[in-house]
């Protein structure tokens, strides 16, 4: 497997991108330049998305054998450099051992569930209302599909497309994230060219979105865009998209509530909590946001929260113990500190952290807050912990359902019917009863309502978002055309 990755990837060779600009890939902690990429041009992009769509041709009439075979191949690549790969998911995203070892391992199952795919493009023979016709479904691959994937957890976010649209007979041409060339789409290149994928089905473009983004989904080529990050950018994604009657399958930001009712086993929920919201420091689609305690359980709920809290380790995400690791850039750490000022000035109070050290932000709880301060209308993306009372079921939908985002959430209650109706109230995508928000599951449909994204990935459901479906009917004897054509006898 190929490890320079200073160079994008177009139609099976790596070469230097024709931009006159350069891309510097730093490692959050400390500092260090990984990797200096020569940006792609928008006549880089261009040749990608054409030599994608020449491949393509080939590829959909590949036996799915085949298909399945480059699948898994990939996967044993993977395996043979798996620590390369963890390597490159903390140095350059900033994810601790841990949630590397944890993406990795979802990514292997988008993989497995993928090589399924070829064997599962089903189409249906239907009956007719005209006598001695047949009418038949077949299910095709859209043909050429452009990802964008994010920086957070850029090996699986990206694989979650990558491999289901190689598996469905498509093409792809992938744009990282500024922050993650490598483990958002360069290594993937690498991947699968030693998997033996044939050339130009899967191309990546390393470049700036001011020089390329919305050409990377203008483009004439591309079918569907697959899109995960912020809702703003989504929406300008969307119109582009919408522009040129493309499909997109968006994935976008989230603001989601862990609900701890009345009747919650405390402890469970506490635990629950912690993971739903310090996971990759808070860095995640799915992180807790807001975090509502009943009224009668908030205090104990709090000290057992803030107590366990203090022992999670910040620092070096390379160390296999540590909880939070840095924040992806400084930027980052300001916006958030700006927001807990803000908060801290309307009433609230910081009760563990609250502080940063370069880009890793201290686990941060604060209490005293309220549904409408800014740390609660805005995603954190962060290792921040709002903690906010509630008297009544109805009051607690309510405030969960506030916000124009539903990607996901968490309700905790020990009586299992009471948990799973005010989930069923919540305007969300996914929602998990005794469980806490950061669930993905590559058999089970992933994906937000409202502004928290379009369509669904994984299992069946992403293979709906990346086929489409022909209609091709078989008169099989002579139709009768009536009066029109026996007028004409």
């Known amino acids: 497997m190929n490890t320079d990755f200073s160079h994008i990837y177009i139609n099976g060779e790596w070469k230097k991108g024709s931009s006159d600009r350069s891309m510097g890939n730093v490692n959050p902690f400390t500092g260090e330049e990984l990797v200096t990429i020569q940006a792609a041009s928008k006549e880089d992009l261009n040749e990608a998305y054409e030599t994608a769509k020449t491949a393509q041709k080939e590829w959909a009439k ?16 993977m395996q043979e450099n798996e620590e390369k790969i963890l390597d490159w998911i903390i140095s350059e995203s900033g994810s601790t051992y841990m949630k590397a070892v944890s993406e990795l391992r979802a990514s292997y199952n988008i993989m497995k569930e993928a090589a399924s795919y070829p064997y599962r493009m089903e189409g249906k023979i239907m009956p007719s209302q005209t006598a001695g016709k047949e009418n038949r479904v077949y299910r095709n691959p859209l043909g050429v599909i452009g990802i964008i994937s994010p920086w957070n957890f850029p090996f699986h976010l990206a694989v979650r497309s990558i491999a289901p649209a190689i598996a469905t007979g498509n093409a792809v041409v992938i744009k990282p994230a500024t922050d993650t060339p490598v483990t958002g789409g360069l290594i993937f290149a690498s991947i699968f060219e030693a998997a033996g994928l044939p050339k130009g089905l899967l191309n990546v473009v390393v470049g700036r979105g001011s020089e390329i983004g919305d050409d990377m989904v203008s483009h004439p080529v591309p079918r569907l865009i697959s899109f995960t990050g912020s809702t703003e950018v989504g929406r300008h994604i969307g119109e582009l998209a919408g522009k040129g009657l493309k499909k997109t399958a968006l994935e976008l930001g989230g603001n989601n509530a862990f609900i701890a009712l009345k009747d919650a086993d405390v402890d469970q929920a506490v635990d629950s909590a ?7 420091q808070g860095q995640i689609c ?29 620092g070096n995400p390379a160390e ?13 750490v300001s916006r958030i500190l700006k927001d807990i000022e803000d908060s801290v000035g309307l009433g609230a109070a910081v009760r563990l952290g609250g502080k940063a050290e370069g880009n890793v932000l ?15 209308k805005n995603e954190i993306f962060g290792p921040v912990a709002i903690l906010i009372p509630f008297g009544s079921d109805e009051e607690v939908i309510e405030f969960a359902n506030s916000y124009p985002f539903g990607l996901s ?9 009471h948990g799973t109706m005010v989930a069923q109230e919540i305007q969300t995508g996914m929602i998990h009863v005794n469980d806490q928000s950061v669930n993905e599951e590559a058999h089970m449909p992933f994906g937000g309502e409202k502004e928290s994204g379009l369509g669904r990935f994984n299992g069946e459901w992403v293979l709906e978002e990346f086929t489409t479906l022909k209609w091709l009917s078989v008169q099989h004897t002579p139709r009768n055309y009536g009066p029109f054509i026996n007028n004409l006898k």
């Not at 590949?62 to 690549?77: G, M, T």
């Not at 912690?274 to 990759?280: D, E, I, N, T």
């Not at 959430?409 to 019917?417: R, Y």
Request: net charge positive.
């Open 62 to 77: 590949e036996l799915p054998q085949n298909k399945r075979a480059v699948i898994e191949k990939a996967i044993s690549v």
């Open 274 to 280: 912690l993971f739903g919201k310090f996971y990759h």
């Open 286 to 314: 799915m992180a807790i946001n807001r975090i509502f305690v009943h009224k009668e359980i908030y205090d104990e709920f709090a000290e057992l929260f803030i107590r366990r809290a203090k022992n999670l380790k910040y």
């Open 320 to 332: 296999k113990d540590t909880h939070v690791g840095p924040l992806i850039n400084g930027d980052q």
């Open 362 to 376: 201290q686990p941060t709880v604060l209490t005293g807050v309220t549904n409408e301060m800014r740390l609660a």
């Open 409 to 417: 959430g968490a309700v905790h209650s020990k009586d299992i019917q």
